[in-house]
Each structure stands twice: as C-alpha cells, then as structure tokens.
C-alpha cells in the first residue's frame, strides 16, 4: 500500500506539514534525515538550519523567558538530557526543533531518521529509496528539504574543513582551537553579523571580510556587530587564500582588495567561518522539478504550496529564496500540509 504522504524535511516547514497531515488523519510519514559524516559536513543533519543556531528571538509566542518547566514536560526525558541546560533568552533554534517534533509525535507523525536518496516523480503513486534501503510509494509528497550553508569554493578552504574551516559558529566555536584566539567570517548579510558576534564569546578579535562597503544584514544585526568592541570589519575585501599546513591547518587568510585588486593583506587567525548565503537541498530530485535560477523549487502559482509535478508539494527554504524565516517556513509547512490533503481528498485518497 503506497503512503498517503510522505515529508521529506525536519525543519520547521516539515514538522509543521506534519502536525496539519497527521492531525488531518493522514498519518504522515516524515524523512527526517540521517546522521552522516556527508550530512554533518554539508550541514544537513536532521532537524535543519535552527538545529545549527542558538537563541532565536523572532519565532512569535517564544519571548525571553526560562522556559526550562515547560521544556521539562514537554519533551522526552532522553532527549532532554542531551539539550544544553536552559537560560533565560527564550527558545533556542534546537529547542523549537525538538519541540517541533514532539509535537508531529504527539499527534501520530511517524519518524524515520533516514535520508530520501532516489526519487521518482514520473508517475503517481511516487516511488522512493532511502539511504537505509527503504522502498516504497507514496500519492502525495511535501518537498521540506530547506538549505545549506554555502562556501567560496577556494581549494584551500575545502583543505582545512574541520581544521579551522567552518560554516557554522555555533556548532564549532567553542572548539580549544577557537578560544582567545583570531578569527575570520566572510560575508556581510544577517548570518555573518550572527556567527561573528557569536564568535566573540571565544575569540580574542573577529574580522569581518566583507567584498561591499556596506552590509546586506538587517539594520539591528549590523549595529550589533558594529558596536561589537572585538569585531573589526575589512570592507571592500574578498577571501584570497585561506593559509595554513597540514599540522596547524588554518594560520590566516589572504584578503583582497575589491577595489584595487593590487592590495593584499595577510590577517593572522585559527579559524574561518563561510557565512555567504545557501544552497536549496535539491540535488535528490535530480531535476525532476521546476527550480529557478539558483535552484531553488518554483512554486508555479501564488499563494500555493504545488509545484510543477501534481502531487508534489514545496515548503520552507526549499522553495523560498526571498524570506528564509523560521515562521514563514512554518506557514508555508501549514499551507503545504492543507493544499496535499485536499489534493489527497479529491482524489479519495484521503
Ligand atoms: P544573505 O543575506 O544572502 O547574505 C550573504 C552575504 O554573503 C552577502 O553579504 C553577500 O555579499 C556575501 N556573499 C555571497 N557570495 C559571496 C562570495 N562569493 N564572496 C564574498 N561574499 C559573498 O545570506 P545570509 O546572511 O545567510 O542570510 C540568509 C537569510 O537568512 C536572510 O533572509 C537573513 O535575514 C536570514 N537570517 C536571519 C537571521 C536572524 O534573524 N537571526 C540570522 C541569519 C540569517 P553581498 O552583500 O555583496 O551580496
């Protein structure tokens, strides 16, 4: 018996896709991902972006606050044990995750921690394979993949990944080779602002290398950064080299200047974060759905979750390369949720 439908995705647009189907009696099952060597260094482990993040001060109904009771109750005991001891900011991206999930849990979401690797979207049901081996089909499929953290794509940087090469701050800065020491982050929108002030929790001084003279980043975040006493910026400035050897790995950067590209200058540091936007995790589908030019899923008409395949239905950073928030990810995992079970209904396959 093929599944109704089947979510592929454990970010906010997949759990919340989730608890609408399985409240609506689909009884979904959800692709949460799998924990790979591959997945941790693409950084597409289960539970998505926010599981990379720390406090998130904008996901509405979640002020600062210890919300330590609530937590306690509300997720499994196990999983608490392993959840960072609670303080006052309010939810962390983790937390939201865990309690994302419960949530599905708790309403009949069935979770399998395992990764979609073959899909086949040329006729209904759908057929799929999961990296664990999993065969099976599905009449209705929600697309809840999200993104990934980009890099520049230099030789050097991919020489030093996990020897002081990172694109994610707050998994990796707290490392011993981090703590007092330099560190560089490229990019000038909302994630650098983000992972830079992070990183001065450990860091004696963070360079900003950004290739503008002004950021991309929401005003509040730049200010942050700005006013930060251990962040300097390098404006008008692109990555040249990422330095270092293979016994230290990384010693510095070579930066350039964007502006006369003649310039160069040498930043001693041990450690360099990419924070330069995304990549949609598409690569599964392998073109059998429309994608724009950065590849991300089209969503052929307004104000609706389908895409170009009937059936097939988009949610979340997969297919939103303008909002990229946790909350609209969430709506659009509602919107998606209810557009498949009346897609399901008029088909009496609900
Ligand atoms: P982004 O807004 O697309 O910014 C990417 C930055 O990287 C830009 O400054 C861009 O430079 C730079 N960049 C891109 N390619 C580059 C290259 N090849 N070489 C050098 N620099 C390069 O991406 P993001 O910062 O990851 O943010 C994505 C979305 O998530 C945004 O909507 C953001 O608001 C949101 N976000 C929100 C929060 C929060 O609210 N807490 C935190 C993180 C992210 P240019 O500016 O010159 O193009």
Not at 127 to 145: Q, R
Request: hydrophobic letters at 40%; aromatic letters at 8%.
């Amino acid at each position: 018996m093929p599944e109704r439908i089947t979510i592929i995705g454990s970010g906010p647009a997949g759990w919340t896709a989730a608890i609408y189907a399985a409240r609506a009696n689909l009884e979904p099952i959800v692709y949460e991902g799998a924990f790979t060597e591959e997945n941790r260094q693409k950084g597409t482990l289960p539970l998505g972006q926010l599981s990379l993040t720390t406090e998130v001060e904008n996901f509405p109904g979640f002020p600062a606050g210890d919300l330590t009771t609530f937590l306690d109750t509300s997720i499994d005991e196990k999983k608490r044990k392993y959840m960072a001891p609670h303080g006052k900011e309010g939810v962390s991206g983790p937390e939201l995750m865990e309690l994302m999930r419960q949530q599905a849990i708790n309403f009949g979401a069935r979770i399998k921690t395992d990764d979609i690797v073959d899909i086949d979207l040329s006729g209904t049901p759908f057929k799929m394979k999961s990296l664990a081996g999993d065969e099976f089909e599905s009449h209705a499929v929600i697309i809840a993949t999200g993104a990934r953290a980009n890099y520049l794509g230099l030789e050097s940087e991919s020489r030093f990944k996990n020897m002081g090469v990172s694109a994610c701050a707050v998994c990796d800065g707290a490392m011993p080779r981090y703590r007092n020491n330099q560190l560089v982050v490229v990019g000038g929108g909302d994630s650098a602002m983000e992972e830079a002030n992070f990183l001065t929790k450990y860091a004696s001084k963070v360079y900003i290398v950004h290739r503008r003279d002004e950021f991309r980043a929401s005003k509040i975040m730049a200010d942050r950064a700005l006013a930060n006493s251990k962040i300097e910026v390098k404006w008008n400035s692109q990555i040249d080299e990422v330095l270092g050897d293979d016994t230290n790995g990384v010693t510095g950067v070579r930066i350039r200047s964007t502006v006369d590209p003649d310039v160069t200058e040498e930043l001693q540091a041990t450690g360099y974060f990419a924070a330069i936007g995304h990549t949609p995790n598409t690569d599964f589908l392998k073109g059998q759905l429309e994608t724009n030019d950065k590849g991300y899923v089209v969503w052929p008409v307004s104000h609706r979750t389908n895409t170009s395949v009937d059936g097939v239905f988009a949610a979340g950073d997969v297919a939103d390369d303008h909002y990229k928030q946790a909350i609209t990810a969430a709506g659009t995992g509602c919107a998606a949720a209810l557009d498949a079970e009346r897609w399901l209904s008029a088909r009496g396959l609900e």
